[in-house]
């Protein structure tokens, strides 16, 4: 009986958490379809006119897909090991957080305002994605960007400093007149004109400023430039394409190489 137990475990896990066989792939499928849908009801529902129009099946869908997504959350942690794994981990908080606020109605009024939380299901498309052919390409841009973090910490903080200096610049050029009226309002300034934003609240009005403000324009369309330099150097050393979707039956770690028959991350056995 408890062969039997694990056996049927095993195999619902393979079909919730991995696509490498067509029953995994034809959840992921029909998974896909209930999260677009369940986005399309939630903006539908925002437009008054036709919330007003068709309330009362926008209601009734929108039940039918949080119990759909209430059952799937249940069999995700009936189907590990280790259910606290999945709980805390980032999609086991998204899928608790988009299912609640239709729970939440019943007993509370006032909750419309959390609808806006079952938008939060659009993130779950990353994780079904992996039964696309893009697989590989997107294990290299992750390891691209792991890889990258520390260089881009650097330069983040280094653009940081700059807008503090030229903000501070700013500052003493405009002499605390036409918006610049302290060094943080500068700052901020310094922030929206390198990224090329541009919202116009804060302008400069002095040649010098004007002139200074037209330097870091033409500065943040290169620094806009390095991010996307630095991890396109990274996705050139990585060469190894990795197409294996299996996920831990103990701790839900992916991204094995797909040769592994045991994972990375904790040494649990893989499914065969």
Known sequence: MKTESKNWKEK?????????????????IVLLIAIIASIVLVMLESVNSINAKYGEILNI???????????????????????QKYIFSFY????????????????????????????????RVFRILKLARFIGESNNFMKALKASRAKIAVFLFFVLILCVILGTVMYLIEGGDNGFTSIPRSVYWAIVTLTTVGYGDIAPHTP??????????????????????????EMVKVNDINLNTQSCPSCSYEGHDDDASYCNHCGSKLHD
Not at 78 to 83: A, E, G, K, L, T
Not at 94 to 112: E, Q, R
Not at 209 to 221: E, K, P, T, V
């Open 208 to 233: 010098f400023g004007q002139f200074i403000a037209s330097i870091i324009m033409i500065l943040g369309y290169g620094i806009i430039a390095v991010p996307t330099g630095i991890v396109s150097s």
């Open 12 to 28: 619902l896990h393979e079909i919730i958490y991995e696509a490498d066989t067509p029953a995994g792939k034809l959840f992921d």
């Open 92 to 123: 086991g908080v998204i899928d608790l957080l988009s299912t609640l606020p239709k729970y939440l109605a019943i007993f509370f009024t006032g909750t419309h305002s959390l609808v806006a939380l079952r938008a939060l299901r659009l993130l």
């Open 61 to 83: 869908s929108e039940w039918l897909i949080t119990i759909l997504f209430s059952v799937e959350y249940i069999v995700r942690i009936v189907s590990i090991n280790r259910p």
